[in-house]
DNA sequence: GTGAAAGCGCTAACAG
DNA sequence: CTGTTAGCGCTTTCAC
């Protein structure tokens, strides 16, 4: 069924069709209340590739995303398409699936480059009228998106150059979370840290020594541990270091696996959390609600994190470039009951 | 840039550009290499649109998912996306959203049914060649998809009526994993159901209860506990079988969230595990990789059911309709250490 | 109020 | 081998 039959049956042209579907133009009730019938008759449905075509506008949004499978991504589309019904735009999924390529074959950049050019190059074949990238780890990335005349926003990455941006604060959760504690009255700490060249451990990491320096408190190089994110890594080490006669009393992992392996360390040293131990993670997955004490942690703002990169994408459609915008988004501490608040800090 | 353009530049009609794109026609050696060097030297894309309302024919496939934060919705799309992928097809997600909405709003089926209806048509509209529809819990849909005259797919649910699917056996996998504790010569088993109206309740129960017959083992009533898929309410029962002195000795949990419930309860009712009490799970979720000991537990084929969706989907839109067809693929047993082997199995 | 007609960018007979 | 031409289904001037 096309406008043209309809126009047909109603005995009038395409263009009053138009009219009324669109609303487009003044048309007789009586026309009008024919036409709709039929159309509600038949069940017809506008051709949105033709309606497109001659609009040159789609109301499509590309979505390439590094790999759906890491769980941040689902809540971050899910923001996206929040936003996206509210507003009648719709998203065509391109999914990157790096995890496993990356895990296979190791030309890291290259054939990733490659994989990435060509998922633009179709989306733009299609017609889309923005896009959105969504990274599987918080990281700059070395412009990936090249010679494309379309809003372009980054999503849980960013970029030195060009492009507008929408990201969270590893630093200032960080930062906060360590507050957290020293506010608590805590003054002898451990961080676990994930793997060593990654971009969040540096940031997090900042924002630890920046809280901890703001209390005159210095972290003890032998303090520090690298689980490289995994649970293995760092509950052997931390055994380790639970043994030791100036063993920390506070632990801040970087993320919550890490946590979880503290806490089931600890357990089997003897320490009780959080009498004996304090502890925290980073961010709120699955595992932190599981298992006593459940494990203070920093929830990232995923899904506004879709919700936000989105409104700047549609605002950039609607009403044109208007230099980048960079967004950064707070965290929140979920707490549990893994930090102790000492006795000490009331007393000074 | 237009495909008239590039015409225009080299001197030829547009039917000639379009031989040369699409391999359509012989061309000269000479032309075709003029043509070809324009169309890389200005970077010219096709315009998808365009060409599929001539062709009549997208590669577009919608996904019509119920929830994408639901975690095994990024998995089955994952599936999709690969075979996609070596098709040429491409995807266009519509997220249902309805973990939230069921929350917020009770008015379940109806409002519900809107959306459905209303994703679809614009799927419709988008002129998409097929329709996969991925479930957030795996159960009978009462047809949710009328007045379709394209190809659509069931993943993770199934209909009683037409309509291909493609899901996993709840049945057959309670079977394969009572059966691996038969082996192992276990006779004393408890069962933690989840949620009791729920078909996979339903389902696994049966699996669990035939394979026990099999071996002329009934099943205890009072063996038996309702934990609701949660942790909270499983512990808190579990920690009053555990004081019986006619405890069972093995637990079957029908999610892996209760069965680390079980875990914990066991373990602060200095229960050892396996030792003392064998323990599966089911799902292969992230938490059942963490803590000790690793409960054994059943993973789904998420990625493939995914992939045979599309390949069903793909199949049906290539080469006709021909007959519903349904797919039942099989779990896998993950092995942790959390079941025991009985000496007296030996010995029988 | 309504219609004729041009055209969005592309493909595919059909001719030559 | 290559060009002419007629649309795919829709919107939108510009007339009347």
Redo the contacts with the bound molecule.
Sequence with gaps: ???????AQ?????????????G?????E???RRIEKIVKDTG????????S????RTSLIGVVVEDVTVWHTAYVIDGINALAEEKGYHTILSNLRLLSKIESQFEHISKFQRDIDKAVDILLRMQVDGIIYVGMHDREIKDVLHDIDKPVVYCYCYTAGEGSSVRYSNEKAAYQMTKYFLERGHKDFAVIKGSKQSEPTFMRMRGIEHALREEGISLKEKNIIIGDWKYKETRVQVQEMLKRPDCPQAFIAMNDEMAVAVRDAAFEAGFRIPEDISLSGFDNADIVHYGQPKITTIDRPLHNMGYKSMELLVDQIENGYDGDVNITLPCRIVEGTSIKVMEEKEEQ
């Design positions: 069924m096309t406008l043209k039959e309809i126009a109603a005995g009038v042209s395409t263009a009053t069709v138009s009219y009324v579907l669109n487009s133009a003044r048309v007789s009586e026309t009008r017809y449905r506008t051709n949105i590739l033709a309606q075509l001659r609009k040159n």
